[in-house]
């Protein structure tokens, strides 16, 4: 089944510096790929909408200069949290959408989501 | 208002019970997609089951089906014979079109312990 890979899977960095987290689908296409932010014990929070080739669009709220999201291949995306604050400690998760799943047919289009990233920022 | 609501913030069920989590969702288009989703305490998201708008039969998936009330607009997840392995949060969500493309909605989640 399609698979999603998401690295690193917990990073602790100081405050001010930038992190990246990779998000691949490792056996598919993925033209969107979306990225999600959970706080503990708490719904994800969708964060933006990257498309492969253009620009991501951000959700309401979100930062774009503070959360820079690249999606240069089809089987590629980065979120890149830049000059990180300890109010930026959180659990980031990725999900890719299989253009070529069958299911899509029945309207199913269904996310495939990555292990995720614990990020603390000290 | 909230496009996936889910009620039950904690839910206990005892092993081989049957159990069902709440979700009740909000849209005005005739076309959308509902799926349910277990995530363990590691993290990951784990798809469970899908239920599209125009499906009139509820979605089954082994142990896991739908229970899809579309004039309620409601979308409960029954976990069938639970095992100590289903404690998680299960989380609801619904797919719906955009100007983007799909806009997916999540509920709350519904953390599940399945009692021995």
């Known amino acids: 089944g399609a698979v999603v890979s998401q690295h690193p899977s917990r990073v602790i960095c100081k405050s001010g510096t930038s992190v990246k987290i990779e998000c691949r689908s490792l056996d598919f296409q993925a033209t969107t790929m979306f990225w999600y932010r959970q706080f503990p014990k708490q719904s994800l929070m969708l964060m933006a909408t990257?498309?492969?080739?253009?620009?991501?669009?951000?959700e309401q709220g979100v930062e774009k200069d503070k959360f820079l999201i690249n999606h240069a291949s089809l089987t590629l995306s980065t979120l890149t949290v830049t000059s990180a604050h300890p109010e930026d400690s959180s659990f980031y998760i990725c999900?890719?959408?299989?253009?070529?799943?069958?299911?899509?047919?029945?309207?199913?289009?269904?996310?495939?989501f990555g292990a995720g990233s614990r990020l603390t920022v000290l | 208002a909230q496009k996936i609501t889910q009620t039950q913030p904690g839910m206990f069920v005892q092993e081989k019970e049957a159990v069902t989590l709440d979700c009740t969702y909000d849209?005005?288009?005739?076309?959308?997609?509902l799926f349910w989703y277990k995530q363990p305490s590691s993290g990951e998201m784990i798809f469970l089951i899908y239920q599209g708008s125009y499906d009139e039969q509820n979605a089954t998936e082994g142990r896991y089906s739908l229970n899809f009330q579309k004039a309620r607009k409601s979308a409960n997840l029954v976990i069938s014979a639970s095992q100590l392995g289903d404690s998680a949060m299960y989380f609801c969500a619904m797919r719906e079109p955009s100007n983007t493309g799909n806009q997916f909605y999540f509920g709350t989640g519904t953390s599940l312990t399945v009692i021995p």
């Open positions: 999900s890719a959408r299989d253009a070529g799943d069958s299911r899509i047919l029945s309207g199913a289009n269904v996310l495939t």
């Open positions: 849209t005005s288009d005739q076309s959308y997609g």
């Open positions: 990257s498309n492969e080739g253009s620009k991501a669009t951000y």
